[in-house]
């Protein structure tokens, strides 16, 4: 994967902007914007806190029987066992990333927005985003090019993060739970913004032009081959093993903050 600076990346999205008007780029979340995983932080921020409800006990217990793992009668040691099925491989991505957005049943959505607002600013979200992902975002601001942000982490703590880099909420494509009469249920709206699902997810918020699409991740591999531009940030390995599916990806030189 060749590794190119920024000044070459936004040449290359300019050139695009000239050929077609109205377009859009996409980035990932969490190791793309911003170091670290923002619905983890939101995850134990909520463990800590103790403050999984009731409304989500029999929906954990009925996650972890699917996948082997030992109920236990309080909630919270029950999250903590799921996270680290998850960590050892037990548990698939896409369910945890489902059950960190629906383990705030209960919550009303306000209550959950606000509790994300204090994790972001707890966790110093400002002080993890990465810079080279910062002055593409800020190229793209002053371009008139709209950004949006399109991650399987818990919708709330995503618009919260995203503030830090200069994007709205309105441009966030997250994880949502469903809510019915004011407060937040044990499901969660699909497609959830993960693998095939990213561009799934974006594609009903949007048809314009894909200029370039930012991740570091493997489930980012959908998102980055509908993109024009596809870039690397910061890639994990699991994205480096797989780039030679994509021979058109580029990995974004990492500056300093």
Same mark, same amino acid.
């Given at each position: 994967?060749?590794?190119?600076?920024?000044?070459?990346?936004?040449?290359?999205?300019?050139?695009?902007?000239?050929?077609?008007?109205?377009?859009?780029?996409?980035?990932?979340?969490?190791?793309?914007?911003?170091?670290?995983?923002?619905?983890? +932080?939101?995850?134990?921020?909520?463990?800590?806190? *103790?403050? !999984?409800? %009731? &409304?989500? @006990?029999?929906?954990? $217990?009925?996650?972890?029987?699917?996948?082997?793992?030992?109920?236990?009668?309080?909630?919270?040691?029950?999250a903590?066992?799921?996270?680290?099925?998850?960590?050892?491989?037990?548990?698939?991505?896409?369910?945890?990333y489902?059950?960190?957005?629906?383990?705030?049943?209960?919550?009303?959505?306000?209550?959950?927005?606000?509790?994300?607002? +204090?994790?972001?600013?707890?966790?110093?979200?400002? *002080?993890? !985003?990465? %810079? &080279?992902a @910062?002055?593409?975002? $800020?190229?793209?601001?002053?371009?008139?090019?709209?950004?949006?942000?399109v991650?399987?982490?818990?919708?709330?703590?995503?618009?919260?993060?995203?503030?830090?880099?200069?994007?709205?909420?309105?441009?966030?494509?997250?994880?949502?739970?469903?809510?019915?009469?004011?407060?937040?249920?044990?499901?969660?709206?699909?497609?959830?913004?993960?693998?095939?699902?990213?561009?799934?997810?974006?594609?009903?918020?949007?048809?314009?032009?894909?200029?370039?699409?930012?991740?570091d991740?493997?489930?980012?591999?959908?998102?980055?081959?509908?993109?024009?531009?596809?870039?690397?940030?910061?890639?994990?390995?699991?994205?480096r093993?797989?780039?030679?599916?994509?021979?058109?990806?580029?990995?974004?030189?990492?500056?300093?903050?």
């Open positions: 994967m060749r590794i190119e600076r920024v000044e070459e990346t936004l040449e290359r999205i300019r050139r695009e902007v000239e050929r077609t008007p109205d377009g859009v780029l996409a980035f990932d979340g969490d190791g793309t914007l911003w170091s670290g995983d923002v619905g983890d +932080d939101l995850f134990m921020a909520l463990l800590e806190h *103790g403050g !999984v409800r %009731p &409304e989500a @006990r029999v929906a954990l $217990e009925q996650l972890g029987a699917r996948h082997g793992v030992e109920s236990h009668p309080d909630a919270v040691t029950l903590h066992a799921l996270f680290k099925a998850f960590e050892a491989g037990r548990l698939p991505e896409k369910d945890t489902e059950m960190m957005a629906w383990i705030f049943a209960g919550w009303h959505e306000e209550e959950m927005r606000g509790f994300a607002l +204090d994790v972001v600013a707890r966790r110093g979200v400002a *002080g993890r !985003v990465h %810079p &080279e @910062r002055r593409v975002v $800020e190229w793209a601001r002053g371009q008139g090019v709209d950004c949006y942000v991650s399987a982490s818990p919708r709330a703590v995503v618009e919260a993060a995203v503030r830090e880099v200069g994007i709205t909420p309105d441009f966030v494509v997250a994880c949502t739970p469903k809510e019915e009469g004011g407060r937040l249920l044990t499901s969660v709206f699909e497609p959830v913004p993960y693998g095939p699902g990213k561009v799934n997810s974006l594609r009903l918020r949007t048809n314009r032009p894909l200029y370039a699409a930012f991740g991740n493997v489930f980012d591999l959908e998102l980055l081959a509908a993109s024009r531009v596809p870039v690397a940030i910061r890639p994990k390995a699991r994205l093993d797989r780039a030679a599916e994509l021979p058109a990806l580029v990995q974004l030189h990492p500056e300093e903050a």
